[in-house]
């Protein structure tokens, strides 16, 4: 079995300081083969606050992979927006903005979604949904395929925000090209659940993070996914954060099956 951390929209810099060394400890303990975090590491993509960032994942025992979210380029600096919009990532996080991790159970390819012309909204471009389907196509049969992007491709109905713009295109290729998980942030809200959109009779299972340590939250507790992957089964839990006990604990458990993409609440 393979087990994989999903973390998002940390903002540091609008994070809660008091949530660090919870999520820090209960990520070790669960000793994952892999973190992965969909993006918006900062709230305004200042220097001190990748500084912040960086030392968070030097706490962390496994190897980490992340993307980056649009709060990840500077918002009230255009000039370096639009002319060195990734120079403070990749100084600080990776040099890499589109990576990838593989093990004998699973791939897993990061996305990079962030427009830097239009700072909100993002993007996918063919080029991007190439490398990833690239990166899947030379994995061998039987292995879960597993993207990690920041901007959902589909949200849920009670979301006022429109995904970004081609999305249902953009998902049918990268359904086609073998996706079975894809992982994501941005709203700030938890959702676990088969894609509606298909590419034939293949769908996958899409999984959005709320925020892991941003005081920025959208009615819901603090959280993170703890994923296992065995036997074709993808199993997800919600780990939310008690205020009273001061930790994060199971609030949500599902499985789905990668192959029939059948649900077992």
Known sequence: MSTLIHLSDLHFGKDRPDLLEPLVERVNVLAPDLVVISGDLTQRAREEQFKEARDFIKKINARVLSVPGNHDVSLHRPFRRFFWPWRSYKKYIDQDLTPRFENDEMIVVGINSVDRFSWQTGRLTAERINHA???MDHAPDG?????????????PAETEKKPIPGAEEALERLLSCGANLILSGHLHTWHAGNFTVKSGKTTAVQL???????????????????IDILDGRIGIERLSF??????FETTEARQFNRASDTIFE
């Open 242 to 247: 008690n205020e009273e006990t001061q930790q």
């Open 143 to 155: 292995k879960t395929r597993i993207l990690v992007v920041h901007h959902p491709l589909e949200h």
């Open 133 to 135: 389907c690239d990166a």
């Open 208 to 226: 959005h993070a709320g925020t892991s340590l941003s005081s920025r939250v959208r009615g819901e507790a603090n959280d993170f996914n703890v």
